[in-house]
């Protein structure tokens, strides 16, 4: 039987970081397709968790080590791994995949990298047939790995409301093309498991895992309206509380605000992005802008059904002037928001802000592995003609001091 090890590699911790710790969702559907369909054994090192160490494997011999590098900040330690896999095991094949590793040239050692969908890449490698998304396995995990993580309790953006959550993914891609973004560029447009399948991976969280609630980080979970409302009665079905942390688009949820509470959401993440229309336009954000107007209207109804609701927006993009920055923090902290997170444009390789960024010399590095050390949408990286990186920094610095002084007068 071959002999597959997968590792996702550890992240940084930076002082302007949230140290979140979430489950490897992505590498345990791989698992469960692998043993399921190929028949191979499969191991898994997640190296965020603190007991694990990527030296408790190499005495073992693997046929292919798959390495998942999901952040450009986790780029020194993906080319470590790589290269010490490489030395223990010179006979193994060692892939890569993951938002960075499938963007980026791989460092010495990498024989393949992937872009989109693990699971069908590892299954042609052993010369079976892909498969849609419906017609994969769900992630299976043991209780212990998933106490793993809900022990730790830091979820993506650190809060949850049940303490016994997991996070999922109901689809994948993006149907927009977002300056700051790289879904679609490594997904392609969406791909969504069938409601069946959701049902069918409810029951084993709800029933054998005791999951009671959900961490949804699709891109675009209710961009498909139909498919939508029967997730929600899924929720209901199982009793799940659910957020959606990578955000929401206002207008895929305005018709059905009535169902939400219903359904078990608490909390939702709404990226209006940016303050002014001309800086939506050069995001190139669609439809997702709203007028202070319209966002303010919006923010009443879903606090009326006792959701609480988080602001996203992003600051310092290329061509924004500091005026505009400054009209983003105006915008955003006037609308009555339960909390509010103000972004800074991050040029992650794969996204059209890199290639901006990458033509007219705004990087305010000097070398590309700095760059990749410092890309953390908490610290600006970017000078331009408008601004300078230490400039929108201290703008943001400024008006998160501003946000503590607010708070501490309630």
């Known amino acids: 039987m071959k002999k597959i090890l997968l590792i996702k590699v550890a992240e940084p911790i930076k002082q302007t970081h949230k140290d979140c710790v979430v489950p490897p969702i992505g590498l345990w559907s791989i698992r469960s397709n692998l043993e399921q369909i190929c028949g191979v054994k499969v191991d898994l090192c997640d190296m965020h968790l603190d007991n694990k160490d990527i030296e408790d494997f190499l005495s073992n011999e693997y046929d292919i080590v798959g390495i998942s590098c999901q ?29 960075h590793a499938g963007t980026v040239e791989p460092p010495e050692g990498v024989d393949l990298t992937c872009k989109g969908a693990g699971e069908n890449f590892f299954l042609k490698l052993f010369e079976a047939k892909p498969r849609a998304m419906e017609d994969l396995f769900h992630p299976t995990f043991s209780k212990k790995e998933l106490n793993d993580y809900v022990s730790i309790d830091r979820p993506h ?34 791909n969504s498991f069938s409601v069946e399948w959701l049902d069918n991976y409810f029951n084993y969280l ?40 990578n955000g929401i688009e206002v207008d895929t949820i305005v018709n059905h605000v009535d169902k939400l509470k219903a359904s078990g959401c608490w909390q939702l993440y709404l990226p209006f992005e940016t303050g002014t229309q001309r800086v939506a336009r050069l995001m ?8 202070f107007e319209e966002a303010k209207e919006i923010l009443d109804i879903v606090h009326n059904e006792d959701i609480k609701v988080c602001g996203f927006f992003v600051i310092g993009y290329p061509g924004e002037t500091k005026e505009e ?20 444009a991050t040029p992650y390789p794969g996204t059209e802000i890199y290639d901006i960024c990458k033509e007219k010399g705004y990087f305010a590095f000097d070398n590309e592995e700095d760059l990749y050390r410092n890309l953390l949408h908490s610290k600006s990286c970017i000078t331009t003609e408008d601004f300078t990186n230490d400039e929108v920094d201290e703008m943001r610095n400024i008006d998160r001091q501003k946000a503590i002084e607010r708070r501490s007068k309630k």
């Not at 190139?284 to 007028?291: A, F, Q, S």
């Open 71 to 99: 952040f450009t900040t986790q780029h020194d330690e993906y080319a470590r791994i790589a290269k010490l896999v490489k030395k223990r095991m010179p006979n193994t094949f060692l892939v890569a995949g993951g938002f």
């Open 284 to 291: 190139k954000i669609g439809t997702k802008w709203k007028t």
């Open 325 to 344: 920055i400054q009209a983003t923090f105006d915008y955003g902290n006037a609308l009555p928001f339960d909390d509010r997170h103000f972004h800074i």
């Open 157 to 190: 953006n650190l809060v949850n409301k049940t303490g016994k959550w997991v996070t999922i993914e109901t689809s994948r891609g993006c149907v927009r093309k977002c300056g700051f973004c790289g879904a679609m560029n490594f997904w392609g447009n969406i």
């Open 206 to 245: 709800v029933n054998i895992h005791g999951v009671k609630e959900v961490i949804i980080e699709d891109d675009n979970f209710a961009w498909e309206q139909d498919r939508f409302v029967k997730i929600l009665e899924l929720f209901k079905k199982y009793n799940l509380a659910w957020s959606v942390p």
